[in-house]
């Protein structure tokens, strides 16, 4: 008995050595809570196993019941204006954390906004004790500016984390960074450095025109960086740019602009006890593109005031608008009925738009939430992501080239437990330029209640696409879809109108 027990011990302090020496993510820091294990502190020391120093006793074998393991996070300090480094491995213990699905950005990110509510959770009960802030302070965009550095040419860790299998950067793992990014912007802007108030519920309410300038290298550097450009009463808008210097420009007359990418990000303010509109604090522009971009945010805010009055004054005048929207709606139903009626004589460069669906499902996990609770909307714009682009390859026959996301409305919050279902579609094509089709593939996210026989629309997206120019010159074709029923010609039309092709 004793020697199945001495046998035992070894084994296990056997295997828990190996996973100190093989964790070699310089994110995650594996620490037995109660053994003097030695601690892991690198990827070179985790890679060594060296002896330990002469006089110095080898630990103590653990125990027979496993040793508990804690995960110890760490983070440098962010403040002072100073990129965020991607592979940093200074981390420090959190209270509040929301799980480990998440890109080690996003959770760097995070780490540096919930010392926010740390800090004010501490003054009552559940931070129900603290009260609203009562006075709004005027902050510049310089004051919730912020940057991250993503070390792709020297951290291999890092980059494989992010390549996808093209070897570019995954666009739906960075589309998270910038959600996570913005919503730590937002926070910046409306923190009053008050411990006594309670923080605002900061909700994600849409993005617009995020576009792709040029495909993102994976070993190549990469900064993202950005700011509040505008604020209204309770709402934020923020502008994100990823910067990735071309390498292969450098030493020429002329380097190409690194801007890769624009984001525009639109957030909600809610009060964290009551759930109303809070107002937020106040943005005074400094130099002369802040101005601009913020007079660009004041003109685009009352452009969503107008279109939702007129929303509201065609309420209970469905019917009207319908007519006054027929002619347009039988010209994109005309093909779809030859579908329906003469298949054998449709045009055979169509397709019908229920024939470019798929969908895909899962029940949403703890380790998917944000610091709210709820599920990071970073994620679902991850999965969108992805089922979208698998739609455009299916579509298209070749792999698609990703150019922007259009459009993306969070119209109700997601939580831990729900039943998630995305279902995409080809929308339309947009074939007028034989050498730059664009593929515009719309996503709907639907949370399910079998139990209430229930389904509700959580999420949409909107996603633009085109394909290789060496994919064309050999001939490949894209395909216009037709819709066959009246209540797809209608979200197509709604989509038109709101990308102004109809203008």
């Known amino acids: 008995m004793a020697l199945r027990s001495s046998t035992a011990t070894s084994l296990l302090s056997r295997t828990l050595r190996h996973r100190l020496h093989a ?19 690198s990827r070179a020391a985790s ?49 509040l954390w929301p799980g480990m699905y998440h890109s080690p950005v996003t959770n760097a990110l995070w780490e540096a906004r919930s010392s926010i509510f740390e800090r004010k959770m501490d003054v009552g009960a559940a931070g129900a004790a603290a009260g609203p802030q009562t006075e709004l302070l005027t902050k510049t965009p310089a004051q919730s500016r912020t940057a991250i550095a993503y070390k792709f040419a020297a951290d291999d860790i890092l980059r494989e984390q992010y390549r996808d299998a093209w070897n570019e950067v995954r666009i739906g793992k960075l589309l998270e ?28 309410a849409s993005v617009d025109k995020m576009v792709l300038m040029k495909p993102i290298r994976v070993d190549t550097d990469l900064k993202i960086a950005g700011a509040v450009t505008y604020v209204g009463r309770s709402s934020i808008d923020i502008q994100i740019e990823v910067t990735q210097v071309d390498q292969d420009s450098l030493g020429s007359d002329k380097d190409s602009d690194p801007i890769a990418l624009t984001a525009n990000f639109t957030f909600v303010a809610r009060d964290s006890v009551t759930g109303k ?16 971009l913020f007079e660009e945010g004041e003109a685009q805010d009352k452009l969503r005031k107008k279109k939702r009055e007129e929303q509201k004054a065609m309420h209970g005048n469905v ?61 679902l714009m991850h999965r969108a992501f992805e089922l979208a682009f698998s739609t455009a390859y299916a579509f298209v026959g070749q792999r698609p080239c990703f150019l922007e ?21 080809v929308l339309y094509t947009q074939l007028e330029n034989k050498w730059q089709p664009l593929v515009n593939v719309e996503v709907v996210a639907h949370v399910t209640r079998p139990e209430l026989r229930k389904s509700e629309i959580s999420n949409t997206f909107h996603f633009t696409f085109s394909v290789s120019s060496d994919a064309l010159k050999n001939g490949l074709t894209i395909r216009n879809v037709v819709p066959s029923t009246e209540e797809e010609a209608r979200r197509i039309l709604e989509r038109m109108d709101a990308e102004g092709l109809f203008d």
């Open 277 to 292: 509109s809070a107002p937020v604090n106040r943005l005074s522009p400094e130099t002369e593109r802040e101005t601009r």
């Open 177 to 204: 960074d910038l959600d996570a990014l913005a919503g730590t912007i937002a926070v910046k802007h409306c923190s009053d450095e008050d411990s006594t108030t309670r923080p605002l519920l900061l909700v994600t």
């Open 319 to 379: 019917l009207h608008k319908f007519h006054a929207e027929a002619e347009r709606l039988n010209a994109l139903l005309a093909e779809g009925r030859v579908f329906s009626d003469l298949p054998a004589l449709a045009d055979r460069d169509s397709i019908l738009l229920r024939d470019t669906r798929l969908e895909t499902s899962l029940i949403c996990q703890p380790q998917q939430r944000n610091l709210h609770g709820r599920i990071f909307g970073g994620f």
């Open 23 to 41: 964790t070699s993510s310089p994110y995650l820091l594996l620490e037995p809570s109660a053994h003097r294990i030695p601690r892991v502190q």
């Open 47 to 95: 890679s060594g196993g060296a002896d330990p120093p002469t006089g110095q006793e080898p630990a103590p074998a653990p125990p027979m019941d496993s040793p508990t393991i804690k995960v110890v996070s760490h983070l440098r300090d962010v403040g002072g204006g100073a990129p965020i480094d991607a592979g940093g491995s200074a981390r420090k213990p959190l209270s």
């Open 405 to 425: 996301v259009d459009h993306v409305d969070f119209l109700k919050p997601v939580d831990v437990g729900d039943f998630l279902r995305f279902k995409s579609c």
